[in-house]
């Protein structure tokens, strides 16, 4: 299959979500075989056999990002799937964000959050990265962030704008130490994106405006999935070979 990723092997977390889900499927499209993954195994079964459909091969393996054993199960399954990776995206989310104001929240609901989102992918990356050192892979690894985590805080998401904002770092350290081996480690930041079907993007909008988000964002209006493929695209390919340690933001301008 010809395309910008044919020949590449990626792991795709959070691939039993919406925004993951179509992700896998641009990937495939593009001609890259893949290995999928979600805390929830039975999520991955159709996904697996769309895609394979399309030429590509697919591993599919379940895993939770707070849990250890987990990761390191992960690290091994992705690796051994096609004897290597090439591209890393970490698009995994919590099923939902722990909400409160930081002083309501306990300390292991702060750390939860910091598993799921920074430390748990930070473990994986830990142990995929000498393997890709030891093989020469110059690989792309793709961290998901969020404003929330920089220059726009939510009120009662103080724990995933934390967290989100550790990914980040993470993400510039590893692009200054890897980069030396031939690693490149970007951001992807999305602004508002509906994720469902068009009801569901009247609805977020409709809050947008009511909320005051809408008027700061200069095409008034959400974005959608298939918006931010061509962003993801080019950070997996080699069109990106000599783009690192940054955050590519898709916001629809947001100010």
């Given at each position: ?16 979500g ?5 992700v896998?499927r ?7 075989d893949l290995?999928?993954?979600?805390r929830t195994a039975?999520?991955l ?15 599919a ?17 992705s690796?051994?799937?096609f ?9 995994s ?8 104001e ?7 609901t ?7 989102i920074?430390w748990g992918?930070?473990?994986l ?5 000498p ?11 793709i ?7 920089f ?15 550790t990914l ?6 590893m692009?200054m130490?890897?980069?030396?081996y ?5 951001a992807?930041q ?8 068009d009801?569901?993007?009247a609805?977020?909008?409709a809050?947008?405006h009511?909320n005051g ?12 999935n ?17 783009t690192?340690?940054q955050?590519l933001i ?6």
């Open positions: 299959m010809a395309g910008r990723l044919a020949g590449k092997r990626a792991l795709i977390t959070g691939a039993g919406l925004m993951g889900a179509d896998a641009a990937f495939a499209d593009e001609g890259a290995v999928l993954t979600t039975a999520k079964g159709p996904l697996a056999e769309e895609l394979r459909a399309k030429g590509v091969a697919v591993a393996v379940s895993a939770d990002f707070t849990v250890e054993a987990d990761i390191d199960r992960l690290a091994d399954a690796w051994n799937a004897g290597g990776l090439d591209v890393v995206l970490l698009s989310q919590p099923a939902e964000p722990n909400q409160g930081l002083l309501e929240l306990d300390h292991d702060v750390w939860e959050q910091q598993q799921a920074a992918p930070f473990r990356l830990r142990s995929l990265a393997r890709m050192i030891e093989a020469g892979i110059g690989a792309s690894i961290t998901v962030t969020s404003s929330t985590g220059e726009q805080p939510v009120q009662g998401y103080g724990a995933y704008g934390i967290a989100k904002g980040w770092i993470i993400t510039r350290q692009a130490e890897w980069g030396k031939g690693i490149r480690c970007n992807f999305p602004g508002h994106v509906a994720t469902g079907d009801a569901q993007a609805a977020f909008e809050a947008l009511g988000w809408m008027p700061r964002t200069a095409l008034q209006r959400v974005g959608r298939a918006e931010c493929m061509g962003a993801l695209i080019y950070l997996a390919s080699d069109e990106s070979s000599y690192s340690g955050r898709v916001n629809g301008g947001r100010f």
